[in-house]
């Protein structure tokens, strides 16, 4: 239990991670920590702590490298206390530091704040320091209208080649640093902080007093939970699939058949403010969608909870199942490692109903290697000889993935990272590719064809057509470990995790093959209408 302060309440510190995460695991990581201290942590989490770690290791090197002499820097030991690093970064804001790395505030138990900064820019011309944050995820995209600044100096401008990719909880974490310095006096007046993202290319500037308001509200209503003063109930959200109390709340949902179960996150909130919170309150709709309704689909939510209700998997839309067919088939999966490129192409080829065995196009080098053109090079000719090959001889021909977006991105990421090197095809000619009738996306087929109570993942769909994967961890999150160990990141490369790749990557695209051709002899039969349920 929480200690409690000199004025009686629970002495309570909130992240600013969980401003945007959910209520409910708030209140039991604050009152029962004990309960999940040694449950491991999940593993894609663990993950995407390391590779944000390593980005901002490699953001800190990029920009001491680009200062130059023109700016004093100072980093704070990562290595001391935390009450350490707080006093030594106040004594670097008072004495004008122009950048503060690894900054650390006091903790703030009164209040309830917790916060840090990769980097505190001294604003040289109002005043203060302004937080900047660095995030392994996309903070922009192509367009227009967004204000950036350069990364060696701060002067932030609109940017007519980007637009915002909004992070509600980036701005949130820079309102509760903003807020953390005003305290102290060290905010600047400009109401700014800044972003570095994904690419490190620039700084994308947040405008915080936009978001203060609503920041200060939503920090009230998690200090709140935290101290035991708001009750909350659990609800199922995004954040589930990953969190330690998941298994708890689940069968607390379960028993009581609550309608986040089939309607998650923000939908959850819409039907209980019409009423609905049971899955057998909404499998009895009638009419139109909740107005509060966001977007299409309340139809096939209704169709999901009557398919929980009796046990379904999948629910056909359509009186027929159909998907591309052809006389040479291709299926095709692939693997890569965070954004540092794709070392494994797997391919199976199946012409007048026999299947050539697994082929694999693949580097082990760790990447970034240039000797992923290599492996890239060979798939593409491959590929493209048998399409080729295929159509000369007046037969036809289809590729299929499942969701293609991985796929076609790392195609198209290839193309262009190693253009004019051997055998690497051009930008247009991969995009005339994709684009093109012979590539096929069985997910797209699935998506148009059924409505998935259990979601469209190709491990949640293949099981149904009777597919089962040899390893009983296979998951995209788990080949990440796997894929560490098998080109030797952490000491020396482990062969048997590479084969276990292998296998892991030949399951998927026999999954894919399986898929597929169930859809083709046997889905009709064996899955439900909706006119059915």
Known sequence: ??????????????????????????????????????????????????????????????????AGSALSWIIIDPTTRASQRAT?????????????????????????RRGRSELLIRDRERGGYIPVIVVNHKVTDPGSGAVTSGLDTWAPAVDETRKVRAQLRDQFRLAQIHRMLERHGHASPSNQGGAIGYGGE?????DLGAVMEQYDARFADRVAVARGEVATVPSQV????????????????TEARDVSLVATGSRAEVLRGAGVHTIDALAGWEGPAPEDWQGNGFADTVIVARAWLTGVPLVRRTEEVTVTRADVEVDVDMESYQEHGAYLWGTLLTESGVTQPYRPFVTWDPLPTVDEARSFAEFWGWLTATLESTLAQGKTFAAYCYSRAAEDKW??????????????????????FIDGPHWVDVYQAVSDQFICPNGKGLKKIAPVAGFAWRDAEASGEA?????REAVGYDGEPDLSQRERLFVYNEDDVRATKVL???????????IPHMSEL
């Not at 620039?202 to 947040?206: A, K, M, N, S, Y």
């Open 516 to 526: 597929r051709e169930w859809m083709t002899d046997r889905a009709e039969a064996e």
């Open 411 to 432: 195609l198209l990421d290839s193309a262009t990272r190693f253009a004019g090197l051997p055998g690497i095809p051009t930008v247009s000619q991969v995009r005339t």
């Open 479 to 483: 080949s990440m470990s796997w894929y």
């Open 202 to 206: 620039c700084i994308l500037v947040h």
């Open 238 to 253: 995004g954040e589930c699939r990953s969190c330690p109390w998941w298994p708890d709340c689940k069968a607390a949902l």
């Open 1 to 66: 239990m929480p200690a409690a302060t000199p004025n009686g309440r629970r002495s309570v510190l909130v992240d600013p991670r969980a401003l945007t995460g959910c209520r409910h695991r708030v209140h039991l990581d604050t009152m029962y920590p004990q309960a999940v201290a040694n449950v491991p942590e999940d593993v894609g989490v663990q993950q995407r702590r390391e590779a944000a770690r390593a980005f901002r290791e490699s953001m800190r090197e990029r920009l001491m490298d680009g």
């Open 88 to 112: 030594a970064t106040l004594q670097a804001c008072a004495d004008g530091v122009d950048r503060i790395w690894g900054a650390v505030l006091p903790d703030e138990h009164d209040t309830g």
